[in-house]
């Protein structure tokens, strides 16, 4: 199967090998408009508004949409960047392993199948989906924008904390921008639920904060337990080696529509997505993991490149001169959360 190679993911928003672009599918993109068109601008604009300062200010969902038209605001507002974050961390998956092909996904707290419409991207042969979350607003507006991508989806009601009972487990099972609403006291039952929910690779993707960074790796660290191997972004299974106050996240970077710009209240054609990720495989579906990881972007200095890597033996700095052409190309081609292979890794500060 040929599956996304994102090592030089550029900002136009398309990966080479596919050219998956980051922006949500057109038939997505066209029922939005559809709703979008029976409502005022305004209206939905003051929606989006209040939705924003609720979740500022820390609130749940459930406090922030009410109603089908809230659901529709969060949608114009959110989803392209849920929608981006997603699918380049299951296309960093897809990219490390192009063996790996999950034919049953389970998308908790699916909120608008934005997951899930990422993986069927990534994976098209993938035969079913299960969207599952505690939003009524949210499923609701889920089933009249699904569409033929997900026209077959099973949409169901649930608690990610105690879901019901849903068969066999899944090949594949994400969370996405999800996990963060969980109480502190309910994190480790939201986790134990989907690694038990999990047969092949379970992925986590979380807003890109030094607290969501925390709690992913206080995950990280109870799936590790659980006998879980870290297969992405991280090149090992051991401890986070980061020191405090720095924390790993990564950026993906989208273009804004016109409605886009107006519901944000922005001027800029584009916004970066700040997000962070962890995958974690059981052992029949392992991913090996890359040798390191660029950590942020390259510093361009007077003679060289100076990259940020996390490696298997921890936190490194790599010093890469012009004058070194081999090593020196291939690393200059590379961004943020980009594989680095050993022999790449050969000059050192």
Avoid at 58 to 66: L, V
Avoid at 78 to 83: K, M
Avoid at 117 to 132: G, I, K, T
């Amino acid at each position: 199967m040929e599956v996304c190679n994102l090592g030089d993911a550029r900002a136009g928003g398309l990966f080479d090998v596919m050219r998956i672009s980051t922006a949500p599918p057109a038939e997505l993109a066209a029922a939005l408009a559809r709703l979008m068109d029976e409502r005022s601008r305004r209206a939905l604009a003051e929606r989006t508004a209040r939705i924003s300062a609720i979740y500022r200010a820390g609130g749940p969902t459930a406090q922030a949409i009410i109603d089908e038209d809230d659901a529709l605001a969060y949608a114009l507002y959110r989803l392209p960047a849920t929608y981006a974050a997603s699918i380049h961390a299951l296309g960093r998956l897809a990219d490390r392993a192009p063996e790996f092909a999950p034919r049953r996904m389970l998308d908790l707290g699916a909120g608008l199948g934005t997951a899930s419409l990422a993986a069927r991207e990534v994976w098209p042969e993938m035969s079913e989906n299960l969207l599952l979350d505690r939003s009524a607003p949210f499923l609701a507006l889920a089933r009249r924008l699904a569409g033929e991508t997900l026209a077959k989806a099973e949409i169901v009601a649930g608690d990610l904390a105690a879901p019901p009972a849903l068969g066999a487990a899944f090949d594949l099972v994400v969370a996405s921008y999800a996990l963060t609403e969980i109480a502190e006291d309910r994190l480790d039952a939201a986790v134990d639920a989907a690694w038990r929910l999990c047969a092949g690779a379970l992925v986590l993707v979380e807003p890109g904060t030094p607290r969501d960074h925390a709690r992913l790796m206080r995950m990280r660290a109870r799936l590790v337990a659980a006998g879980g191997r870290v297969s992405l972004p991280c090149p090992h299974s051991a401890p986070c080696p980061l020191p405090a106050p720095d924390w790993c996240h990564f950026s993906v970077r989208l273009a804004r529509s016109r409605d886009h710009k107006l519901l944000k209240g922005a001027d800029a054609p584009f916004e970066d997505e700040k997000f962070a990720y962890l995958v974690v495989t059981r052992d029949d579906a392992a991913v090996v993991p890359a040798p390191a990881r660029l950590l942020a972007r390259p510093d361009v200095l007077k003679h060289g490149l100076r990259i940020k890597l996390c490696a298997a033996t921890g936190i490194e700095e790599v010093t890469v001169a012009k004058r070194d052409k081999q090593t020196f190309a291939p690393i200059k081609k590379k961004d943020w959360g980009d594989e680095v292979a050993a022999g790449e890794m050969s000059a050192r500060k």
